[in-house]
């Protein structure tokens, strides 16, 4: 017997239900197809289908995000110094947020693994990647595979991702961890402990990192072409080195692999190279059976590729020089950029202990941008010292424009996004009417960037409008062309207008009309605590009301058309004013 029941038996009671109700539908569709059942063998299949494809849908985006987070915290307990004890302690006070907190970092890493065999795909020959599949074909319907394939193959495919993903971990995290705390001892642990009196959630800054620092890097045009050129440079280096270009890279100076793919049975290839053909029991086979999901956009054919001697040895040197690169690369990445920001940071905080996030984040934005500097003063060197003047000259300009319009934009717009959430949701929720709140602009500032990109983005996805045709404009532009006066215009200063307004209204009803009127004082509380999610109610119910309104007017409209609009001009219509002012009916009008 169990002394302590699970927190989650009700999940478990029903994935274990829907389990049997499968195995029983199983049953129920032999035994109808025995007996000759058509329709109901029909409506069996069709029900076991919803909760096979239910249960698929459960363990690919439940399941195996939730274990990658695990396997991902288990393997990084002695970066922060931290036991499975504490993480039994820390699930058995919060069970909920445990699991969500673990599920969104396994579903960063799924993300951003995929991301990275997305980048392979642009850079590596058409075939190598044929085992992993294509998420940017066309073709690829995952809902279908659930439907057609079998059970044992979806749960061969589900180890096989487990143990693929788990092995990468233990490579790019707790080997570089052990190796980390053997050179450098004293470098580990990164210090994640807040000593302040401010209780900064941790969650928001790991939010922050993953959802605004990361991107921003990434999605900059060329951090990506560096981690391509990278890829590019290492993928050359070891194909040069193994004799494996042709295999990596193809090969470009052939004539023969931009031919047409021959239909025709050839048994005969060219010697060396493996035969092209889509028969998959020709050449290789299962490679050139995926080649038709791996081409995007380009010819479907397999590209054909020299094959050396002792290919499969050269194929175990290939995977051991890349588990040597992955590693070293990842202890750059834990080491560098936080060696970084602790040596930036200790100029003005001393040799006091700074959440690990903020050095990580100023020694990652530091290297970047160090980076960045060194490749552009590499290019403008040969352009002489008259042009390298002006160059810096137009970039200081462009760096001041970009602080001003970042200090506005990032800084205090969504400190006063993040101000307005606090006082409308937060605080009526979490502060009683006999405390008083308070708010720390920190934890404000950080929560209102999250909701400022998620506005962003539901703005650019909605329908056409001012503010998605400003930041359309301003995302056109860029940061080389940046409108100072038109961004402060038109977008900075409409908005924090709103947000000042939305602040501070409700402010002055609450603090300064009330108490003329002459209330009690706990009614003057009642108002200042529950004004701003009263005036919420209000401003939705409006605008709720006047979407119906407008709704209901363009239905009128169109069944009035439909009905009565022939050309440009209404027949057999009349309103009810005019047919009591005349005297006779009129005579419709055919057109």
């Known amino acids: 017997v169990l002394k302590h029941a699970s927190h989650f038996e009700g ?147 589900f180890i096989l991702s487990v143990v693929v993903f788990g092995s990468i971990v233990l490579l790019m995290l707790w080997l570089p961890i052990r190796l980390i705390k ?31 620092v990361l991107p921003a890097l990434l999605e900059q045009g060329h951090t990506r072409q560096w981690l391509k050129g990278l890829v590019r440079a290492w993928t050359v280096s070891a194909g040069y080195l193994l004799d494996l270009h042709s295999y990596l890279l193809g090969e470009q100076d052939d004539n023969d692999v931009n031919q047409p793919v021959n239909n025709n049975n050839n048994n005969n290839p060219p010697p060396g190279h493996h035969n092209n053909n889509n028969n998959p029991a020709v050449g290789e086979g299962l490679h050139a059976a995926h080649q038709a999901i791996l081409q995007q956009g380009g010819p479907v054919g397999f590209q054909p590729y020299h094959r050396p001697l002792r290919f499969a040895f050269r194929i175990v040197l290939l995977i051991a020089f890349m588990c040597i690169t992955l590693l070293v690369a990842s202890l750059l990445c834990l080491t560098l950029p936080v060696f970084t920001g602790r040596w930036l940071m200790s100029f003005w905080t001393g040799s006091s202990k700074i959440h690990e996030l903020y050095t990580a984040a100023c020694g990652l934005y530091v290297c970047w941008l160090s980076i960045r500097g ?54 009526p929720l979490r502060v009683p009417l006999d405390q008083t709140p308070l708010f720390y602009p920190w934890q404000d500032w950080a929560l209102g960037v ?61 603090a300064g009309v009330v108490p003329a009127v002459g209330v009690t004082p706990e009614m003057e509380i009642l108002m200042q605590r529950r004004i701003y999610p009263f005036l919420l109610m209000v401003v939705s119910l409006v605008g709720i009301l006047s979407f119906q309104i407008r709704q209901f007017k363009r239905l009128y409209e169109h069944i009035k058309n439909d009905k009565y609009l022939v050309g440009q001009r209404l027949v057999n219509y009349e309103r009810k004013a005019a047919r009591a002012s005349s005297i006779a009916p009129p005579v419709a009008v055919a057109e």
């Open 182 to 212: 053997l050179l450098l001892p004293v470098f580990l642990p990164y210090n994640v402990m807040l000593y302040s009196d401010a209780p900064v959630s941790e969650l928001s800054l790991e939010l922050l990192l993953l959802q605004v």
């Open 450 to 510: 999250l909701h400022a990109k998620i506005i962003a983005a539901i703005t650019l996805m909605g329908p056409q409008w001012w503010l998605k045709t400003v930041i359309e404009q301003v995302y056109a532009n860029g940061i080389r062309n940046i409108d100072l006066q038109f961004i402060i215009r038109k977008l900075a200063a409409p908005v924090i207008s709103v947000l000042l307004l939305s602040l501070c209204v409700p402010y002055v009803i609450a």
């Open 11 to 157: 999940l478990i009671t029903t994935i274990v239900g829907y389990i049997l109700l499968a195995m029983t539908l199983i049953l129920c569709h032999g035994l109808a197809a025995l007996v000759r059942f058509q329709r109901s063998r029909r409506l069996l299949g069709v029900c076991y289908i919803v909760v096979k494809v239910s249960l698929l849908v459960v363990v690919e985006i439940g399941v195996f995000p939730l274990i990658c987070g695990w396997w991902l915290d288990i393997c990084s307990l002695e970066m922060f110094d931290a036991s499975l004890k504490d993480r039994e302690l820390s699930f058995k006070s919060a069970p909920g947020t445990t699991m969500f907190l673990h599920w969104l970092v396994g579903m960063v890493y799924v993300f951003y693994f995929a991301s990275f065999i997305l980048l392979l795909r642009e850079v590596l020959r058409p075939g190598v990647l044929w085992f992993l599949r294509n998420l940017n074909d066309p073709d690829f319907n995952p809902v279908q595979e659930m439907i057609h394939l079998p059970i044992y193959r979806h749960l061969r495919r």
């Open 374 to 427: 060194i490749t552009v003063l590499l290019a403008w060197m040969p352009q002489g010292r008259t042009v390298i003047a002006r160059k810096v000259q137009e970039w200081t300009l462009m760096i001041l424009k970009t602080v001003v319009v970042a200090v506005l934009v990032a800084g205090v717009i969504p400190l006063l996004l993040g101000l307005l959430f606090e006082l409308v949701i937060v605080a």
